[in-house]
């Protein structure tokens, strides 16, 4: 894949804040998965009509342990239906390279659990649009109490070229897919990139300086920690000056951490916890999400 093609393959994954983990796997290429693919380090699991009951979640503590990754999201959630934040994608000296949409749909019963759903979209812009195509979907159905994966779909559109990959996330192998869906087995509390990036937002910062637990990405399973880096400060963006808390992102695989890349997420101070601005360094490029739109229905 060309430069130009794994950049705008980046930006999509920041749309739904898995750029760390897509990076992560240092391919230098956006990996496509179908249907059928199994991901490293998620074994595909046996199907039954069986949900498995969550486990009571533990109390947070001022620090999440890698162990503590049923934590339950902040009772007083600032997530709401019909919420849409758009962004715009800049990368190095390359500015509005693709626009980002991030969608709170509803909250529904899913399989008998309470789930938010939650989407992001990744378009292309001209004139890098002229040479690369990207028209990307994701959607994740994530428990409503932990925001734990539940099902994490990509729909990728680019260059012309359809791929689909639909998984139900089963940590016991006793649940059941239906046709088209592949299971995929993660450890117990594991987030997909949406459900990361939401739970977040419910996390009382002041209080609780540092989170950690597993995030799977469609391909391949990391631990991720997330810490607060400093007092609020202000953040100017397309879409106004907010006063935001700077959530710094390591991700680590096998245990040891990926070193090459470095990501920061900016979360207002408001009640809503607006995500308003994602950096992230790497070897061959920066790049820089900033909102630029709310819209509440």
């Not at 529904?108 to 992001?120: C, I, M, P, V, Y």
């Not at 935001?244 to 951490?257: H, L, M, N, W």
């Not at 308003?276 to 061959?284: A, C, D, G, H, R």
């Amino acid at each position: 894949m060309t430069k130009p093609s794994a950049t705008i393959a980046v930006i999509a994954a920041l749309a739904c804040a898995a750029g760390a983990y897509y990076w992560a796997r240092g391919l230098g290429t956006f990996g496509r998965v179908s249907k059928a693919a199994q991901p490293i380090l998620a074994a595909p699991a046996s199907a039954t009509n069986e949900a498995t009951p969550a486990s009571a979640p533990p109390t947070l503590s001022r620090t999440v342990e890698p162990g503590n990754i049923s934590a339950p999201a902040d009772a007083s959630t600032p997530l709401h239906p019909g919420e849409v934040l758009e962004f715009a994608a800049d990368v190095s000296q390359l500015s509005n390279v693709a626009s980002l949409r991030l969608q709170v749909v509803d909250r529904r019963d899913f399989f008998g659990k309470n789930a938010w759903h939650l989407q992001a979209f990744a378009r292309t812009e001209n004139p890098l649009r002229m040479v690369f195509e990207l028209d990307d979907q994701f959607d994740s159905y994530s428990d409503a109490a932990t925001l734990s994966s539940l099902q994490y779909e990509m729909h990728l559109n680019e260059r012309g070229e359809k791929q689909e990959s639909i998984q139900r996330m089963t940590t016991t192998s006793t649940e059941r897919a239906t046709a088209n869906v592949t299971q995929t087995r993660v450890v117990p509390g594991t987030r997909d990139p949406l459900g990361l990036m939401q739970y977040l937002r419910t996390v009382d910062w002041p209080k609780i300086h540092e989170v950690r637990g597993p995030v799977y990405d469609g391909h391949k399973l990391y631990n991720v920690t997330a810490k607060l880096d400093g007092p609020a400060q202000s953040i100017t963006v397309p879409a106004g000056t907010f006063s935001a808390s700077k959530i710094e992102i390591r991700v680590f695989d096998a245990g040891a951490e990926l070193k090459d890349a470095h990501f920061a997420l900016y979360l207002a101070t408001d009640a809503a916890r607006t995500p308003v601005l994602l950096e992230s360094v790497m070897p061959f490029a920066t790049a820089r999400v900033a909102l630029i739109k709310m819209k509440y229905n």
